[in-house]
């Protein structure tokens, strides 16, 4: 095991405040507060040294909490100040499954008038991102606001203030634990790359993963991940590139999937239904099958409808390095590539990867594509905050992961809980838990359970993960779905697509942006069914014509 260290140096900048025009009168004083929330900044600098420049950033919609941006190119150092110091300060790291999830878990409890928690949540997006469901941004199947809503939007009406920022040092003052003559008065303090400086009482690690793209030569140059909103547009920029240069001609686009568990599994199956007879999905896994940890039945499905859309899986093999492909290298001279090799397209820049197999004996290969997309390693961000000598250190695993108690609480902090991907927690049998959507759902409702009977001075709950079963998307009408509580049942096709769907609805985040994209996509549903109805009649039609003729 390693620690971390976190110390507290001081960033001295100058800051830039967005907010609505009708608030720039209140801009000025050294005080500043957010309609609907009473929380306020305090400038602890004088007004000739900020010399600050305020733009106006409308509120999404009109009437949702203002998120607050603080420029980059101008900071201060600034402390954010609560409404009351005498409530609770409960400061969340991440806006992922674990962090927006524990601040609407802590609004939803009932709570002492004196005890009742001000929270901040900070996140370096404004949006919330359904991660679940991003392959459908490529399918078309779903709109961007339906799946990664605006952060001011969803606590609108909640008493969570939002602020758009990235955390850059961490200082734990509860060492010396919340009980007892030495108890801590407060949980220590954040600092965020802005230069604002955030005291809490009660901190919650929820900062997720990155994608982890340095294990391979070239991969951080050439491949793209999956794994937030940003990623999900660049890759669909990419291929409608590739396919308007395509259209209409004799050539197909070639795109390398590295990775075959889930998310490389319902990527290959998301692209190459989009792409269809127009391109070629290759998928390259180092396991001699596919989602080697799914249950049987989803395997099975996903196999099957990976091949009946001539994926080619690469399996039992593992990428050397990825490389720019030169003007003079010819595909015909790749080994392991079959002659009758799909014909490239012009002017567009393709890359090599070196594939070598994990097993002996068995012959390289090397092949080209025209897009490379990377869905293996994760890594969490903590490790990469500003760190020091300092003698309060907190736990963390190999893979960078704080060490926690069964009650969620990072081991010898005791005001400082993590979960999702920040969290190592381990299972009955010795296992980390899996960084996945599920545990960071249940591990939230926990969280802020334990955050409610900490405060309150009752006992905290252990967390006990409940695999509720898998499901995977593969493709606009398709999916797999294997519930734990029926042994053996898989539901595919378009029956566990409907079913995925319909499970996520009920797992968004608030009740209003549930009814939005509930009736979103029922209106969707329906003008689809209309018109596969009347595709289906004039083929019907047409047949009969025929016939008579």
């Not at 996140?123 to 399918?139: A, I, T």
């Not at 060492?175 to 108890?183: E, I, K, L, S």
Request: charge should be neutral; glycine fraction near 8%; aromatic fraction near 8%.
């Amino acid at each position: 095991m390693s620690h971390i260290a976190f110390t507290t140096s001081a960033t001295h900048a100058a800051v830039a405040f967005h907010r609505g025009a009708k608030q720039w009168s209140t801009l000025f004083p050294t005080t500043w507060r957010t309609r609907g929330t009473n929380s306020s900044l305090s400038l602890n600098s004088n007004r000739k040294r900020l010399q600050s420049r305020f733009f106006a950033s409308a509120t999404n919609g009109g009437n949702g909490a203002v998120v607050d941006e603080i420029s980059e190119t101008v900071k201060a150092h600034t402390n954010f100040v609560w409404p009351d110091n005498k409530k609770p300060r409960v400061c969340i790291l991440g806006g992922g499954f674990g962090g927006l999830y524990t601040a609407l878990r802590l609004e939803s409890l009932e709570w002492p008038d004196d005890k009742k928690p001000q929270i901040a949540l900070v996140d370096q997006s404004e949006r919330f991102v359904f991660k679940p469901m991003l392959y459908e941004l490529l399918s078309g199947e779903v709109d961007e606001w339906e799946i990664a809503p605006y952060f001011s939007d969803l606590l609108a009406n909640t008493g969570v203030r939002f602020l758009k920022d990235r955390v850059k040092v961490l200082h734990p003052s509860d060492h010396a634990g919340v009980n007892g003559p030495n108890a801590s008065t407060r949980g220590g303090t954040v600092h965020l790359e802005s230069g604002l400086h955030i005291e809490y009482d009660w901190l919650v690690l929820a900062l997720g993963a990155e994608a982890k793209l340095d294990l391979v030569p070239g991969a951080v140059e050439f491949a793209i991940p999956f794994s937030t909103l940003e990623d999900a547009r660049k890759v669909n920029n990419r291929l409608k590139i590739l396919e308007r240069k395509t259209f209409g001609k004799d050539r197909q686009i070639s795109v390398a999937i590295v990775g075959c568990g889930y998310s490389g599994v319902e990527l290959a199956a998301t692209v190459a239904e989009r792409l269809q007879n127009r391109g070629v999905v290759r998928a390259i896994n180092v396991e001699t099958t596919i989602c080697p940890t799914a249950p049987p039945g989803n395997r099975e499905a996903a196999l099957k409808v990976l091949l009946s859309r001539k994926v080619e899986l690469l399996l039992g093999y593992f990428v050397n390095c990825i490389r720019r492909a030169s003007e003079l290298e010819s595909s015909n001279t790749l080994t392991g590539v079959d002659e009758n090799r799909i014909e490239t397209v012009p002017d567009f820049e393709k890359y090599i990867l070196e594939l070598q197999p994990a097993e002996r004996g068995v012959q390289s290969k090397v092949i080209e594509a025209d897009l490379v997309l990377w869905t293996v390693g994760s890594k969490p961000p903590l490790p990469h905050l500003e760190y020091s000598d300092v003698p309060f250190v907190i736990p963390l695993n190999a893979r960078g992961q704080a060490e926690t108690d069964e009650t969620l609480r990072v081991k010898g902090h005791p005001r400082i809980f993590a979960l999702g991907d920040s969290s190592a927690l381990r299972d009955s049998n010795g296992r980390i838990l899996p960084a996945t959507a599920q545990v960071a759902f249940q591990q939230a409702d926990f969280t802020g359970w334990n955050l409610w009977a900490a405060i309150n001075g009752r006992p905290l709950l252990p967390f006990r993960f409940q695999n509720l079963g898998e499901m995977m998307v593969l493709g606009r009408y398709d999916a797999a779905i294997s519930p734990s509580f029926v042994e053996g049942l898989t539901l595919e096709g378009p029956i566990g697509h409907t079913a995925r769907k319909i499970a996520y609805l009920m797992r968004l985040p608030t009740d209003e942006h549930r009814l939005k994209v509930g009736i979103s996509w029922f209106t969707k549903s329906a003008i689809d069914s209309v018109s596969l109805l009347q595709s289906t009649l004039s083929k019907v039609l047409s047949d009969s014509t025929t016939q008579s003729d």
